[in-house]
C-alpha cells in the first residue's frame, strides 16, 4: 500500500492503482476517525456486536457503566468504531467484579465527560483506589439474598 497525503486528500494506491480517496476535513484534528461507512471492513458487517447489545451487557453492571458506554457512542459518527474501546471497558468486569467496575466508572465520570479504558483501568488498579473498590463490593454483597422487613420479625406492622 502506498499512501498519497495533501493538504485535502489522503489517496490510497495499492499497486500504483488508485483504490481509495479520503477527503481531509477542513478541520483536521488529530487522533480523531474519518471512516467512510463504505470503507468499513467485513467484521463490521456481523450482527455479533452491536451498540444496543453492548450498552445491555453495561446496563447489566449498573447505571455508571452504562452511562460510559453510552458517551463513548455518542462521540462518534459510525458506532462500529466504538464496539473495540466498549468491550475493553465491559471486559474490565471479567478481571474485577461488576461492583468494582461499576465504582470505577462512577469515579471517572466526576472526572472526566467521557471516560475510556485507559482511565478506567487506572482507577482499578490504583492502590489508593482499594478500600473504595472493596467497599462497593462488599456492600453488594450485603444486598445479595433474602431481606425481610421488621414484620417477619415478630413486629407487628400495625403499631
Not at 497525503?5 to 476517525?33: C, D, G, M, S
Not at 458517551?71 to 471497558?89: A, D, M
Request: hydrophobic content about 30%; proline content about 4%; overall charge neutral.
Amino acid at each position: 500500500m502506498d499512501l498519497k497525503v495533501t493538504a485535502h486528500f489522503l489517496e490510497i494506491y495499492y499497486q500504483n492503482e488508485r483504490i481509495a480517496t479520503h477527503k481531509r476535513f477542513p478541520t483536521y484534528k488529530e487522533y480523531t476517525f474519518s471512516t467512510l461507512p463504505e470503507h468499513l471492513p467485513d467484521q463490521f458487517n456481523q450482527l455479533e456486536w452491536n451498540e444496543q447489545r453492548l450498552l445491555n451487557w453495561a446496563e447489566k453492571i449498573g447505571p455508571f457503566t452504562h452511562k460510559v458506554i453510552q458517551r463513548i457512542f455518542e462521540r462518534l459518527q459510525l458506532k462500529e468504531q466504538g464496539y473495540q474501546s466498549c468491550l475493553s471497558v465491559l471486559n474490565l468486569s471479567k478481571k474485577h467484579s461488576n461492583e468494582a467496575l461499576e465504582k470505577a466508572c462512577q469515579i471517572a465520570l466526576e472526572r472526566l465527560h467521557s471516560p475510556r479504558y485507559r482511565q478506567l483501568n487506572t482507577i482499578l488498579n490504583n492502590p489508593n483506589n482499594k478500600e473504595i473498590l472493596e467497599e462497593a463490593e462488599s456492600a453488594q454483597k450485603e444486598t445479595l439474598g433474602f431481606v425481610r422487613g421488621p414484620e417477619y420479625y415478630g413486629r407487628d406492622i400495625n403499631d
